[in-house]
């Protein structure tokens, strides 16, 4: 049976870990990464190493940083420009891996999701240990742990 292609964002590459590792089976993910939320540069910099190393052929957007005034904001910029790869490249379903963290609101991140893509696909990687298997995965490869979200508000 031919697999979906999909495209993935990832925030960054330890949670990245786990939602290819579980999406692989049933699709060919393609990691998108657009960081324009992360400040300053050189944290940027870091994690866009982390995610090269973790996925040579990663698609990585353009840096254009910019400071969104909420999480809900965030999420939105971030869901809707791989709406937008996602739609120009003929991708045939979409996720995030946002939902890795326990920090982050699966639910409002999924229904953001869905309300700017009928083709995203609604998860939540932390439920049955994926954040854990997040770290485990993420020490295995010797991946950079951030310890911040990334914006300017939270440093």
Same mark, same amino acid.
């Given at each position: 049976?031919?697999?979906?292609?999909?495209?993935?964002?990832?925030?960054?590459?330890?949670?990245?870990?786990?939602?290819?590792?579980?999406?692989?089976?049933?699709?060919?993910? /393609?990691?998108? @990464?657009?960081?324009?939320?992360?400040?300053?540069?050189?944290?940027?910099?870091?994690?866009?190493?982390?995610?090269?190393?973790?996925?040579?052929?990663?698609?990585?957007?353009?840096?254009?940083?910019?400071?969104? /005034?909420?999480?809900? %904001?965030? @999420?939105?910029?971030?869901?809707?420009?791989?709406?937008?790869?996602?739609?120009?490249?003929? @991708?045939?379903?979409?996720? /995030?891996?946002?939902?890795?963290?326990?920090?982050?609101?699966?639910?409002?991140?999924?229904?953001?999701? /869905? %309300?700017?893509?009928?083709?995203?696909?609604?998860?939540? @990687?932390?439920?049955?240990? $994926?954040?854990?298997?997040?770290?485990?995965?993420?020490?295995?490869?010797?991946?950079?742990?951030?310890?911040?979200? $990334?914006?300017?508000?939270?440093?």
């Amino acid at each position: 049976m031919k697999k979906s292609n999909f495209l993935l964002y990832v925030c960054c590459a330890p949670c990245a870990t786990v939602a290819i590792e579980r999406l692989s089976s049933e699709y060919n993910v /393609t990691v998108f @990464f657009w960081g324009n939320n992360i400040h300053p540069w050189e944290e940027y910099n870091r994690r866009l190493e982390a995610v090269l190393k973790l996925s040579p052929d990663a698609v990585i957007a353009p840096y254009k940083p910019i400071q969104p /005034t909420s999480c809900e %904001q965030c @999420f939105e910029l971030r869901l809707r420009a791989t709406a937008e790869y996602a739609k120009a490249h003929g @991708f045939e379903r979409l996720a /995030t891996s946002l939902t890795t963290s326990p920090h982050k609101d699966a639910e409002l991140i999924n229904k953001i999701g /869905t %309300q700017i893509s009928a083709k995203y696909l609604p998860t939540d @990687f932390k439920k049955n240990d $994926g954040f854990m298997r997040s770290v485990a995965l993420s020490k295995r490869l010797g991946l950079y742990r951030q310890k911040y979200c $990334g914006c300017q508000t939270s440093i």
